[in-house]
C-alpha cells in the first residue's frame, strides 16, 4: 500500500536519517528533501539524526524515503505489533487496516484476525500512542505486543567491540615508533604487516568505503570519503613499498598510520555518540514520567486500564507514592505532589479538593481521586515534550550559515589534497612524501564538527531548560534572547499575585486595630466575594477567633450588613459610607494616598437606632510576588533594562514599579497600546522580550522580540509566546536570559574550535608538519570536544531553581 502523508492539511514529519556523519551529509538531505515536490520546509539535525519537515497535501511517505535514498543515507523504519481486542469479522479487521493506515507516518498495515493482531511499518518516530488513538476511536481497544528478548541478550556483544578488535590490531604496527622514543629498534616483518593492517582497513574500516561510495554515486562528499581516500593512498602506498623494495624497505611503511586514523576515528565517533545520546537525556526523562496504565473507579471497583483507553472524565485513583496518569482535577483527599520534571518547582505543591494535578508528576503521602480533563496528546506532559522535541529538531539562523560552508568543504579539502601532493612533487620530487602530506590533509579536516557545535548547544540548553521549568518552543527565541536589552512585564498576575489581599487596616480614633479586624472578619465569612476571601486569608494568617453573626445581608453594589450581637455593623464602599452621611475625619488623608496607589477602600461602620459611627478602613491591593524583587535585580545585574506595560490604573501601577525599582511604567493601557509600547522600545534600539499571562498580553507577546509567557495564564498567551515559563516565578526570566546566553556561548565556541581545527590544522598538514596519526587523532578530538563542550550546559540550575 502506498502512504500518503495526509490529505488535507500541512504535516510535520520527522525522518528518522541513517548514514550521516558530518555537516556535509546534513546539506545533501536537506538537498534531496526540497527537491521532492510538496515539500516546503526542512530541517536535519545531525545530533539526532532526524529530518524536520513540512509538506503540501499528498505527498507520499515513499517518495521522501526514495529521495533520502538517492542521496545515499536511510530512512529509519521500524515494525510495532498491536494486539486489538473487538475484532469479529473481515469488516473488522479492513476497518483498522484503514484507521492505521491514516496516522502520518504509517508506510503498510496488515491485520491478522486469526491472531487479533496488527503489524506495522512506519518512520522511527510513530509511537505507540499516535497508533492507539484512531484504533480505539473506531471501536477496538489495543495494547502493545511486548518484544520477546533473546535469551542470548544479556550476552550482547558490547558496541565498542570493534574499536578495541582495532586498537589490538594498531598497537603492534604502532610499537616500533613508539619503542624508538626510548632507544629500542625494532621492525616488524612487512607482510605482518599487511596481515595486521588489513582486517583494520577492510573489515572494520568498511563503513567508511560504504558511506564514501555512497556520496561519490550522489555526486557530494563528506567525511567518509575524506577518512576512506586518506588511509587507502596510506595502505596502497605501503604495500606499493613493499612489494618494490621487498623487507629492508619495512621501516619505511606507513600501515601504522592507516590504521591508527581508522582506530580514532572509530573511537571519535563512538566517542561522540555517547555524547549526543546524553544531549537527549531531558527528553528520556520528560517519557519516563508517562505510567502506563491507571486505576479507575468503575461503579465503585477499581480497575486497571492502560492510559490510552482513559476517557475524558474518568475518575482516576492516584495511591501514596504513585505518578499521577492524567491531567485532571481532585475531587477527594488531599496530599502533596512533586513536580520537580515538569515545571522545575523544587518543593512539593500541596493538593486539596478542587487543586489541578498534572500527568506524570508524583503523589505523597496521601489517597487521591482525580477526574481526567486531559488525555493522550492534550495532557501538559505531552505538550511539553512536543515542544522540546520541536525546539531541540529546528535549525538555528546561525547554523544555515554553517550549512552553506559545509556544502562546499569536502570538495575544498579535496582540491587542497591535491594542491599539497602537487606542490610537493615541485618542491621536493619526493612522491611518497607528497603523498603521505595530502593524506593528512584529508584525514585532518573534520565537517563533523561543524555540524554539531549548533545542535548538540542547542538540544542540551533547551534540554537542562525544561527541566527548570523553562520550555523553549522555537529555537529562534532562543537565539534572539540572548540578546535581549529590555523586559516590558505585565503587572497582574505576571509581577504581583493576581488577586486582591488585605494590604492594610487602620482603626478611627478610639478603636483597636484587632477590632476592626475581628468585626471585618465576622461579616465576611459567610461572603464569597474577592475582597472577603482578602479578610478571611487575613484573619487565618493571625489566627483571629470569629464570634458568629446574625440577619447577614449583601448590600448590592455597596458591601455587606449584619448583626453582631445586638449592634448592626456595615463594611463597604465610600458609596455606602456617604449614604449613611459618615465623615472619614482623620482616615481621609491616609485613604486618599492608599487610592492614589491604586488601592482599594473599604470602610467599617456602626450603625445605632440615631447615626452611624466610622469604625475604621481596609485597604486592598494587588500583592508583589516575593520572587519579583529578586527577578529585577538578576535582570539589572544582566544589564538588561526593566519597564512595566499594564492595563491598571497609573497610582498602582507607579506604586510596584517603585517598591521593585522597575526603570520605565506606562499603565491604563488597551491590549492594541501595549503593542504600540513594545514597538516604541524597539523604535529607541531596544531588542525587547514581553512577560505576561493573559489573554490581552497575546498582541504584545507577538510583537516583541521575544515573547515569554506565564504558564499560570492563558493558552492563548502560551501559543503566542516563543518561551512558556512553568511556573508563576518571574525569577524564570532572568533565567531564560541567562540559558539563552549560555547555549549562544557553546554554539559560538563550538563553532570557532570546530574552524580553528581545520583553519590551523589543514595548513600544518599541507606544509608537511603534521604526519597522518596526529591529524587523525586531531579530527577525532574535534568532535568530541565540540560535543562535550555542549554538555556542560547540562550542570547549569538557574536562580530559581537555588
Known amino acids: 500500500m502506498s502512504a500518503l502523508l495526509d490529505s488535507g492539511t500541512v504535516l510535520e514529519l520527522r525522518l528518522g536519517i541513517g548514514g550521516m556523519s558530518c555537516a556535509s551529509c546534513v546539506s545533501r538531505v536537506e538537498t534531496a528533501l526540497r527537491h521532492v515536490a510538496g515539500v516546503t520546509e526542512v530541517s536535519v539535525n545531525l545530533a539526532t539524526e532526524e529530518a524536520s519537515l513540512k509538506t503540501a497535501p499528498g505527498v507520499r511517505i515513499e517518495t521522501l524515503t526514495e529521495a533520502v535514498q538517492k542521496a545515499g543515507y536511510e530512512v529509519a523504519i521500524q515494525t510495532i505489533e498491536l494486539k486489538i481486542d473487538g475484532m469479529s469479522c473481515a469488516t473488522c479487521a479492513g476497518r483498522v487496516e484503514k484507521a492505521l493506515l491514516k496516522v502520518p507516518g504509517v508506510l503498510d498495515a496488515w491485520v491478522n484476525l486469526a491472531t487479533d493482531k496488527a503489524t506495522v511499518e512506519a518512520l522511527s518516530s510513530t509511537t505507540f500512542s499516535m497508533l492507539a488513538a484512531p484504533v480505539v476511536k473506531a471501536g477496538y481497544t489495543v495494547h502493545p505486543v511486548m518484544e520477546q528478548q533473546p535469551e542470548t541478550a544479556g550476552k550482547r556483544i558490547p558496541e565498542w567491540w570493534p574499536i578495541a578488535l582495532s586498537a589490538l590490531l594498531t598497537l603492534p604496527l604502532m610499537a616500533p615508533m613508539l619503542l624508538s622514543f626510548v632507544g629500542v629498534h625494532w621492525m616488524l616483518d612487512g607482510w605482518v604487516q599487511v596481515a595486521l593492517a588489513s582486517p583494520v582497513q577492510f573489515w572494520l574500516g568498511w563503513r567508511f568505503y560504504r558511506a564514501g561510495w555512497k556520496a561519490v554515486k550522489a555526486l557530494a562528499g563528506n567525511m567518509d570519503l575524506l577518512v576512506a581516500l586518506g588511509t587507502s593512498a596510506a595502505y596502497g602506498l605501503s604495500v606499493y613499498l613493499l612489494i618494490q623494495r621487498g623487507d629492508e624497505g619495512a621501516s619505511h611503511l606507513y600501515f601504522e598510520a592507516s590504521t591508527a586514523v581508522i582506530t580514532l576515528v572509530l573511537l571519535g565517533k563512538w566517542l561522540e555518540a555517547r555524547a549526543k545520546r546524553q544531549t537527549a537525556d531531558a527528553i528520556r526523562a520528560l517519557n519516563a514520567l508517562r505510567p502506563s496504565v491507571a486505576r479507575v473507579l468503575v461503579n465503585g471497583d477499581e480497575v486497571t486500564t492502560p492510559v490510552e483507553r482513559l476517557a475524558i472524565g474518568d475518575l482516576v485513583v492516584v495511591r ?19 513536580e520537580a520534571l515538569i515545571t522545575g518547582e523544587s518543593l512539593p505543591v500541596a493538593k486539596t479538593v478542587g487543586d489541578k494535578v498534572t500527568g506524570g508528576s508524583v503523589n505523597g503521602e496521601g489517597l487521591l481521586h482525580v477526574r481526567t480533563m486531559a488525555i493522550g496528546a492534550e495532557t501538559t506532559l505531552a505538550r511539553i515534550i512536543r515542544l522540546v522535541e520541536s525546539a531541540q529538531a529546528a535549525k538555528a539562523p546561525i547554523q544555515r550559515i554553517v550549512d552553506r560552508v559545509s556544502a562546499v568543504f569536502v570538495p575544498a579539502v579535496l582540491a587542497v589534497a591535491v594542491a599539497t601532493f602537487a606542490g610537493w612533487m615541485w618542491y621536493a620530487g619526493d612522491w611518497e612524501q607528497a603523498l603521505i602530506n595530502a593524506v593528512a590533509v584529508l584525514v585532518i579536516a573534520c565537517p563533523c564538527a561543524l555540524g554539531l557545535a549548533t545542535p548538540t548547544a542547542i538540544m542540551a540548553g533547551t534540554g537542562v531548560a525544561a527541566r527548570r521549568g523553562i520550555l523553549i518552543k522555537d529555537v529562534e527565541a532562543l537565539e534572539r534572547a540572548h540578546a535581549v536589552t529590555a523586559v516590558a512585564f505585565d503587572k497582574t498576575g505576571t509581577l504581583t499575585e493576581g488577586k486582591p489581599a488585605l494590604v492594610a487596616f487602620e482603626p478611627a480614633e478610639g478603636i483597636t486595630n484587632e477590632a476592626v479586624l475581628h468585626i471585618a472578619g465576622a461579616l465576611q465569612q459567610t461572603s464569597d466575594h474577592p475582597l472577603a476571601h482578602a479578610v478571611m486569608e487575613k484573619v487565618r494568617e493571625l489566627g483571629v477567633t470569629l464570634p458568629e453573626v446574625s440577619e447577614a445581608k449583601v448590600l448590592p453594589g455597596r458591601g455587606v450588613q449584619a448583626r453582631l450581637g445586638k449592634m448592626l455593623m456595615l463594611l463597604g464602599s465610600s458609596r455606602l459610607m456617604q449614604e449613611h452621611g459618615v465623615s472619614p475625619g482623620n482616615l481621609g488623608p491616609l485613604a486618599a494616598t492608599l487610592e492614589s496607589e491604586g488601592k482599594t477602600i473599604s470602610w467599617l461602620l456602626h450603625q445605632s437606632d440615631s447615626s452611624s459611627e466610622l469604625l475604621g478602613l481596609l485597604a486592598f491591593g494587588d500583592t508583589i510576588k516575593p520572587a519579583s524583587y529578586q527577578a529585577v535585580t538578576r535582570l539589572r545585574e544582566l544589564g538588561i533594562k526593566t519597564f512595566m506595560l499594564t492595563g491598571d490604573n497609573r ?24 503593542s504600540s509600547a513594545i514597538q516604541a522600545l524597539r523604535d529607541r534600539g531596544y531588542i525587547v522580550a514581553m512577560v505576561g499571562d493573559g489573554l490581552n498580553d497575546a498582541p504584545s507577546l507577538v510583537a516583541a522580540d521575544v515573547g515569554l509567557s506565564m504558564s499560570t495564564g492563558t493558552d492563548v498567551a502560551m501559543e503566542a509566546a516563543g518561551i512558556t515559563l512553568m511556573r508563576g516565578d518571574p525569577r524564570l526570566v532572568a533565567d531564560s536570559f541567562d540559558v539563552s546566553r549560555r547555549t549562544y556561548g557553546k554554539i559560538k565556541q563550538g563553532l570557532f574550535w570546530a574552524f580553528a581545527y581545520n583553519v590551523l590544522g589543514i595548513p600544518l598538514a599541507a606544509i608537511g608538519m603534521l604526519n597522518p596519526v596526529v591529524a587523525g587523532a586531531a579530527m577525532a578530538l574535534s568532535s568530541v570536544s565540540v560535543v562535550t563542550n555542549a554538555l556542560l550546559l547540562r550542570n547549569w540550575r538557574g536562580t530559581a531553581n537555588t
Open 651 to 674: 497610582g498602582s501601577a507607579l506604586a510596584v514599579a517603585r517598591e521593585l525599582g522597575i526603570d520605565e511604567v506606562r499603565a491604563e493601557l488597551l491590549p492594541g497600546d501595549k
Open 320 to 338: 501514596p507514592g504513585e505518578r499521577i496518569a492524567v491531567d485532571g482535577e481532585v475531587i477527594d483527599g488531599q496530599s502533596h505532589a512533586d
